[in-house]
């Protein structure tokens, strides 16, 4: 099975006080959240497909053959980016989504992950873990996935509900015809106006896509670095690495 991670990174980091892209937010000397990712995915995939803004391609240092990017022109959601990679992550059998923060999501979850993954046959797997407040909750009825609540959305979750850890594993054959049923219906969020790409994962289970839950443990794999308080936390935890 050939792999393709994709890294939805187009964000200008702008609430850490960044005048570059967020993905080359420094963590320590040695350590941007690009390399961190990077070292955790190389090992893992066939190809590395990032998603930069127009600003971010500028910055973005070069790099080898197994790394590849494209351009989002604006942030317009995480559905665009993912899809604005589709002609490099087509030529694979299955695309391993990280969000361009997630740096806290282990290799073992992302083995495990693609360990669950069987091919052929469209499918997904989803890594999910349990948060006293999540702020994405995915709801299952008899091992299916049939709602998300998004509270950015204005969305009420339900404490010690399952959320996810940024990572989404997806086969690739029949994905992009699926988004563009989904994008014929689908509805701008409440708060944001975007077409969110969670909403996306209980339309497919909704469409014969078997979305299987991977629990993991540590609830600390769902935090992102999406305030300063969250790269200072993250700093602490690199500043010996």
Known sequence: MKICAVIPAAGRGTRLGNTGPK???RLN??????SVLQQKLAPLVDHIHVVLSPEGIAAFPPQEESVSHSIQPGPTGMGDAIF???QTWSQY???LIV?????FVSSDTLMRAIDALEVPGPQAVLPVTRMESPYV????????????????EGDITTPNGFSDVGTFLLTTGGLKAAWEDYLAQAIHGGQTGEINFLPFLPFLALHGWPVMPLEVADATEARGINTQADLDFFRELYRNA
Not at 29 to 34: A, K, M, N, R, V
Not at 137 to 151: K, P, S
């Open 29 to 34: 000397e040695q350590d941007t959240i690009w």
């Open 137 to 152: 909750e995915y709801a299952f009825e008899g091992g299916t996935l049939r709602n998300v609540f998004q509270t950015r």
């Open 84 to 86: 604005r990679g589709y």
């Open 99 to 103: 969000w361009g923060d997630q740096v």
């Open 23 to 25: 993905i080359l937010t």
């Open 93 to 95: 059998d299955a695309v």
